[in-house]
């Protein structure tokens, strides 16, 4: 028997079919029908079968396998009949996938960089946003109207599942067990006479803020800036409670100016006391109180 010198007497010395795997160069031009093969698969095999068969994705192991770059010079580099759906394309145009309907599922378009995902997006990481888009939507803000500048618009267009669903464009849910505090969402602008943290408009309300604690209030508002304005209201108020308000100095009661320290005078006071009151021709007027459902009056005069 022949000594064996090398690999290629080994190969030759072997059962058929005889073959010898030899690297491919680290790129080459694919222009149309190709003959040979990759990893023992015939090239134009890959082409139009392999990375779209319903059976698995083998392009992967052979690209990876030999090193081997593919260079596109057609529109489409893998391309499948409508009966092998799910599939992913791949062309100079970017990437995208179809379902068993011919559905498009997602989308990666080359020119641009624009995204489109059919089913959920799942990350165990951050996501950051730093487009510059305009919106055809407009705010109020101090009385004057302003189109909305976004970096990222989150749109909830179709209708709920139920009528007792509430739809909501974000949700933010925060559920840390080790935190101090747990917010779902946060809302910063910068520290200027321009900023504001969260914006809210709606047809029923524009924020709604609530708590399932007894001890803490559905809506917190704080001014870090000492002497400055924590709550400001623009418009009516109404309180559905009639709990008393701890230290709420108000600068009217009942639409009556009330002032403090009126200080000590030397007029003397004459007190029309046969002037009942309701009448307008004394130089004393009353001031009215209901105490338990009974109404009280009290004689004042002007300073």
Not at 11 to 16: E, F, G, M, P, V
Not at 91 to 100: E, H
């Amino acid at each position: 028997m022949a000594t064996v010198v090398n690999d290629r007497d080994v190969i030759l010395q072997a059962a058929s079919p005889r073959l010898e795997r030899v690297r491919m160069p680290t790129s080459f031009d694919v222009a149309g029908d190709l003959s040979g093969t990759l990893l023992e698969i015939p090239v134009q095999t890959v082409l139009d079968d392999v990375a779209y068969a319903t059976s698995g994705d083998a392009t992967i192991d052979i690209l990876e396998a030999s090193g081997t770059t593919i260079v596109v010079t057609s529109s489409t580099l893998f391309s499948t009949s409508a009966s092998a759906y799910p599939s992913v394309f791949i062309g100079a145009g970017g990437i995208f996938s179809k379902n068993a309907s011919n559905v498009t599922t997602f989308s990666l378009t080359g020119a641009t960089g624009a995204a489109y995902f059919a089913g959920d997006v799942v990350t165990g990481g951050d996501v950051k946003v730093s487009g510059n888009n305009t919106s055809s939507i407009s705010i109020t803000v101090a009385g004057s109207s302003y189109q909305i500048d976004y970096s990222a618009y989150m749109e909830a267009a179709t209708n709920a599942s139920s009528g007792t669903k509430c739809r909501v464009g974000v949700l933010g849910v925060s559920t840390a067990s080790t935190s101090q505090y747990n917010v779902g969402v946060v809302g910063q602008a910068p520290s200027t006479s321009k900023g504001i943290g969260v914006f809210g408009e709606g047809g029923a309300f524009g924020v709604i803020g609530s708590c399932t604690d007894t001890n803490n209030p559905g809506v917190y508002a704080n001014n870090v800036n000492s002497g400055g304005l924590a709550l400001k209201v623009n418009g009516k108020m109404e309180i559905t409670d009639s709990t008393k308000v701890t230290n709420l100095n108000a600068e009217k009661w009942n639409g009556h100016t009330v002032a403090a320290n009126v200080g000590t005078g030397s007029t003397t006071v004459t007190q029309d006391l046969t002037n009942k009151p309701g009448a307008s021709t004394s130089n004393n007027t009353w001031l009215e109180i209901k105490v338990n459902g009974n109404d009280y009056v009290f004689p004042v005069w002007a300073k």
